[in-house]
C-alpha cells in the first residue's frame, strides 16, 4: 500500500475520531455532565461497569478505543471498497454508507457483545443518531477514503 493511501485513511479516520470527541464531549458539558463521562462510558465497554467511577486512566482508555475504532473502521471501509467492485466510490455516497454502517454495528453487534451488553441508541431515535454519525463519522471517512482509494 503506497504512503498517500495510508495518509489518507488515517487522515479520513483521525478526523471522524476528532469530530466524534468533540459532539458528545460538548453535548455532555451542555447538559451539565462532566467532559470525562462520555469516554469512560466508551472505556465501560472493555473493563465494565467499574469504568464509570475510575479516574483519568479510564478516560484516556475510553478515547483511545475510540480513535482505534475510528482509524480501524476508516481501513475496513478501504480494503471492503478497494475489493468490492459494485460499492460505490464517491465520497459523499461513501459516507452515508459508513456513517450508518458504523453505527448499526456498533450499536447492535459491538455493544451488546461488550461489558456493556446492549446497545445505548433507542430505535425511535435511531434516524438522529444516524444523522449525526454520517455527519460527523462518515463525511471525513467517506472523503479521505474515497482520496485513498483514487492513488491505490
Known amino acids: 500500500m503506497n504512503p498517500s493511501v495510508w495518509r489518507n485513511v488515517l487522515l479520513g479516520g483521525s478526523l471522524a475520531g476528532l469530530a466524534d470527541f468533540i459532539y458528545p464531549t460538548v453535548k455532555t458539558v451542555m447538559n451539565g455532565g462532566p467532559w470525562v463521562q462520555p469516554w469512560k462510558g466508551v472505556a465501560s465497554g472493555l473493563v465494565g461497569p467499574a469504568a464509570r467511577e475510575a479516574g483519568l486512566e479510564m478516560v484516556a482508555l475510553g478515547v483511545a478505543l475510540h480513535f482505534f475504532i475510528c482509524i480501524g473502521a476508516a481501513f475496513i471501509l478501504y480494503f471492503v471498497v478497494r475489493n468490492v467492485k459494485f460499492l460505490p466510490r464517491h465520497w459523499a455516497l461513501l459516507a452515508v454508507i459508513h456513517g450508518v454502517a458504523v453505527l448499526l454495528t456498533m450499536n447492535?453487534?459491538?455493544?451488546?457483545l461488550s461489558a456493556?451488553?446492549?446497545?445505548?441508541y433507542p430505535l425511535e431515535q435511531f434516524h438522529i443518531h444516524a444523522f449525526w454519525h454520517t455527519v460527523l463519522v462518515g463525511l471525513p471517512t467517506g472523503f479521505f477514503v474515497s482520496r485513498a482509494l483514487k492513488t491505490s
Do not use: Q, V
Open 116 to 120: 456493556i451488553g446492549r446497545g445505548i
Open 108 to 112: 447492535y453487534i459491538i455493544l451488546p
